[in-house]
């Protein structure tokens, strides 16, 4: 699944192409892609028609475009959740039809199209009410900060947790409420409500530059690991953005169809029997939450049964 650097390397090429452009024509073409807007997809599409896409917006690894009506108002917004393989793409009129096109946008200045793929039909979209918010608004943006709607968020995304990038994330809210926690780290990372964007990717990654183990009890950690940890999140993510994202397999993509390539730096996910970069340790896999964890045994120590004390 898209992690956070995906959806924003996708948030950034739809801002570039398609926002401030107003939107002809909508076309929802299989009936899943439209499950989450119990209206159904007539209402959405009517609802798009005639409206400027006024931003492009992000938190964690939902991506929204607020839709702005001719008296300048955004009363709501698309929201696209990517799943397993949803791609947006920006194609000309004349591209031929991606295999597993979902839906389409026209704009009436006759340019490009915007097109969301989906071979799993595991993501969606849906309509929106945007809801004001107190603490300064959503985190990743497009080009219009100071549009009225800079400070909503959708109803949908409200219970999404801030993500590491951004600006107004709290490290010491996040330390004090991920050490009260009875879990490990790693399921505390992937926990959307407690920090958002994180997936299986980048909390290996993240979890093999701090030098922790995944199950490690987060009731144990140290303000000073929990810093840690938050700087290392900080970076493999931004050094994924640099590199446009993660692409195992065509399912991930930009806006132009490209692949990123953040694979060639990994260094513990999807590394099994290869040697640690630190230690020269074979890296070791196992099962975990229907997924896998890859981690050093030995720069990562498996934690001491029991060992749950918060450490001052």
Aim: with cysteine; aromatic share 6%; proline share 6%.
């Amino acid at each position: 699944m898209p992690e956070l650097p995906e959806v924003e390397v996708v948030r950034r090429g739809v801002a570039d192409h398609v926002v401030g452009r107003r939107i002809r024509q909508v076309e929802f073409l299989h009936p899943r892609v439209t499950r989450r807007h119990v209206p159904g997809p007539d209402d959405a599409a009517r609802r798009c028609r005639d409206r400027v896409v006024g931003d492009a917006v992000r938190r964690g690894k939902y991506l929204w475009l607020p839709l702005v009506d001719a008296e300048g108002h955004a009363p709501d917004a698309l929201v696209v959740h990517l799943g397993m393989s949803g791609q947006l793409l920006v194609e000309g009129a004349e591209a031929p039809d991606e295999k597993h096109l979902r839906a389409r946008w026209t704009f009436d200045d006759d340019g490009a199209e915007l097109r969301f793929v989906d071979q799993r039909t595991f993501g969606g979209l849906s309509l929106e009410p945007l809801l004001d918010v107190a603490d300064g608004g959503p985190g990743g943006r497009g080009t219009t900060d100071e549009a009225p709607w800079s400070r909503t968020i959708p109803a949908a995304v409200a219970h999404i947790a801030r993500d590491p990038l951004d600006p107004a994330f709290d490290d010491a809210d996040f330390a004090r409420r991920v050490r009260a926690r009875s879990t490990g780290v790693k399921r505390a990372l992937l926990d959307q409500g407690l920090v958002s964007g994180v997936g299986n990717i980048y909390a290996d990654e993240a979890l093999w530059r701090a030098r922790l183990h995944y199950e490690r009890p987060t009731g144990s950690l140290r303000r000073a690991q929990v810093d840690t940890l938050l700087a290392a999140l900080r970076e493999v993510m931004t050094a994924a953005l640099d590199a446009g994202g993660t692409s195992f397999d065509a399912l991930y993509v930009n806006v132009n169809g490209a692949s990123g390539y953040f694979d060639r730096s990994l260094h513990a996910y999807g590394q099994a029997g290869r040697p640690c970069a630190r230690c020269s340790t074979p890296i070791r896999r196992e099962s975990f939450m229907n997924r896998s964890s890859f981690f050093c045994p030995r720069c990562q120590t498996r934690p001491r049964v029991g060992a749950s004390t918060p450490a001052r």
